[in-house]
């Protein structure tokens, strides 16, 4: 266990905790069995955690194949009477939504939790959607803490309230509050449930549209019994400051009303939301009685603000009440303690001065980059040559979620069209059916089990005529290297059956398959302009594992190779810089090519005569 050792200690001790490992901590005192997920910024540090521990521990863990998978995996757990966890992305809600709405119906024995990982201002994620709007569309109650001490507490309160109304609870973090740091205070550890039992109830856990009929009552009649819980739920919290103004808010927006107010030297009243699904609205209406006007503050969706101007339109309040719809509260993106210093001014009529601290607006710009010695750019360095030797200037290529969605960048730009999770395959048939031009699509491992495989079965059934390159880096790379189904181990790092993407591809039915190793470049241009010849469906597997992976073996073996530039030979060609484009590579003062010995990952593809035939790049053992 390691590095981990500290999230076992005993009650009453105190530890500096990622929002992220408080969660785990709370699973441990909350005595859950089962844990699952799909990897997917800003959850993933959970996976990280109890794939270390969990074994150890006695909580069973896996990486599901997507986040559906998850769900229904801990959704029949949960059901069997052992306390379960399913954790993802805000995206990956999407994912497991069919299984989730049902799972309002069917209800939990059990305690359900579901951890959504919102990501506001979208840091690593293609879309800002509000998961709270699953809670209210799904008639579940919703958990939202402020902090890694609440993120612990809340989740024990989470799996007993989940227990105690028999449904499942969704647990709303951001990203701010699950990569926040601070100290927390331990509690008791519960003894886990490792095996359950099933007891058989057609009525209940078959929904037939009779049975889903009858279901619905149930679920109205729960959703009533919990807003009663919501208005006595400690998790829902009033701060008095004696003041005419009053700020109603949720999550990470608390820690920066905090802030406002130490920067404005100002103290508002507070009604803070834990239990923010279904709302407390006798607490909201006696909040807003008492205050002459009202600040709702939130980030993304005017989710809560909706809930205050119907109990106000309701109860014939006269307050007025600001927020996102009146442009009090900017609508789109994270809030931070200036956007709220700014609202707040607002309210208070008073004179907005923006921090001088606040210079994140003249950082000279970072875009992400693919690593030195990622296979992924010897892939596309390949593409781009044979599609010019073939004169193919018109084509499209699909992308899909992860780091090979870096492709955009320039000088390989291989990234037209990206919607979600395996689209790329989905997409590439799209094209194919309504274009005449040529179609490269671009999908990981990972993603290709996650969500791929039902769009090359749709692709071969349908006779679509495009070229799919999966690229496998051995890894979910983008998220911090977790397993995938085609790797021999499993997320508790215990052996498991690694499944063959070539074989599984031919067992689709697509008849050109072949797998490449992406260093070789001379057979990698050549399979890649076989496809490209073909009329019809073509699949490239490009396999070679992360550079990240190839360097820790490395530096395991206890060997390292770099290049350098032989400048007798060198040419000053520029085309290791301007098409091969390894960020290792630049130019001296003196206008010389030469190679970073920090940054080079001695992969050596850039020494092979396709990208230097003037053979100027040597290798350097060390």
């Known amino acids: ?95 497991a939504s069919d299984a989730f709405m049902s799972i309002s119906f069917t209800g939990t024995k059990a305690g359900l939790v579901i951890m959504t990982g919102d990501d506001p201002s979208m840091f690593s994620s293609q879309n800002e959607q509000d998961n709270r709007n699953y809670a209210e569309f799904a008639y579940v109650p919703l958990i939202e803490p402020s902090n890694p001490q609440e993120a612990k507490d809340f989740l024990v309160y989470a799996f007993n309230l989940s227990e105690k109304y028999e449904k499942p609870v969704l647990f709303r973090t951001t990203t701010r509050v699950s990569h926040q740091r601070a100290n927390v205070v331990y509690g008791k550890k519960r003894e886990i449930t490792k095996i359950g039992k099933f ?72 009604l803070k939301l834990g239990f923010s699904y279904p709302p407390p609205y006798q607490k909201i209406e006696n909040f807003i009685k008492r205050h002459n006007e009202i600040l709702v503050a939130e980030e ?4 809560i603000e909706k809930h205050v101007r119907i109990v106000a339109q309701i109860k014939n309040i006269n307050v007025p009440i600001h927020g996102k719809f009146d442009g009090y509260v900017e609508f789109s993106y994270e809030q931070n303690p200036d956007r709220i210093v700014k ?39 390949a593409v781009k040559l044979v599609t010019k030797q073939l004169r193919l200037g018109d084509v499209i290529y699909p ?72 690229l496998d880096n051995r890894t979910t790379a983008m998220t911090g290297h977790q397993p995938n189904p085609g790797v021999p181990f499993n997320g508790m790092r215990e052996p498991a059956k690694e499944i063959d993407i070539e074989k599984l591809v031919k067992a689709i039915g697509v008849e050109y398959v072949k797998t490449v190793d992406p260093y070789d470049l001379k057979n990698t241009i050549i399979a890649i302009r076989e496809a490209l010849q073909r009329d019809g469906l073509s699949v490239i597997i490009s396999k070679r594992e992360c550079a990240l992976l190839r360097d820790a073996e490395m530096i395991k073996l206890g060997k390292w190779v770099r290049y350098q530039v032989n400048q007798d030979k060198c040419t000053k060609c520029m085309n290791c810089i301007l098409n091969y484009s390894c960020p290792a590579f630049y130019l001296d003062p003196e206008g010389r090519v030469m190679i970073d010995p920090v940054l080079c990952d001695g992969c050596g593809v850039c020494a092979l005569p396709q990208v230097c035939g003037f053979k100027a790049i040597e290798r350097v053992e060390e």
């Open 1 to 95: 266990m390691g590095k981990y050792d500290v999230i076992l200690g005993n009650e009453g001790e105190k530890h500096f905790l990622l929002g992220n490992e408080a969660i785990v901590r709370g699973l441990i005192e909350s005595g859950v069995g089962i844990a699952t997920t799909y990897p997917g910024t800003p959850s993933s540090e959970i996976g990280d955690v109890l794939s270390n521990i969990a074994k150890d521990i006695g909580i069973y863990f896996e990486y599901s194949t997507n986040e559906k998978v998850a769900l229904e995996v801990a959704a029949a757990s949960a059901a069997s009477g052992i306390r379960s966890f399913v954790f993802m992305k805000h995206v990956g809600l999407n994912v």
């Open 199 to 270: 007891e058989k109830n057609p009525d209940r856990f078959v929904l037939l549209p009779s049975n889903a009929y009858r279901a619905k009552n149930e679920v109205i009649k729960k959703l009533e019994d919990l807003k009663k819980e919501s208005e006595i739920s400690p998790l829902n919290v009033e701060i008095n400051n004696n003041s005419e103004y009053g700020i109603i808010t949720s999550g990470a927006t608390y820690n920066y009303i905090m802030d406002a107010f130490n920067m404005l030297n100002i103290k508002l009243d507070i």
């Open 300 to 303: 993304v969706d005017p989710f």
């Open 343 to 381: 609202s707040i001014s607002k309210l208070l009529n008073i004179e907005y001065k923006e921090s001088k601290n606040n210079n994140i607006n003249n950082l000279p710009p970072r875009p992400p980059v693919l690593c030195p010695g990622c296979p992924h750019r010897a892939t596309f360095y």
């Open 399 to 470: 992308s899909d979620i992860g780091c090979y969605t870096l492709g955009i960048q320039p000088p390989y730009n291989e990234a037209d069209y990206l919607l979600c999770m395996g689209s790329s395959v989905g997409t590439g048939g799209g094209f194919s059916i309504s274009t005449k031009q040529k179609i490269i699509s671009f999908i990981g491992d990972s993603t290709f089990f996650h969500a791929g495989i039902p769009g090359l079965i749709n692709a071969v059934h349908n006779n679509h005529k495009f070229l799919l390159i999966i």
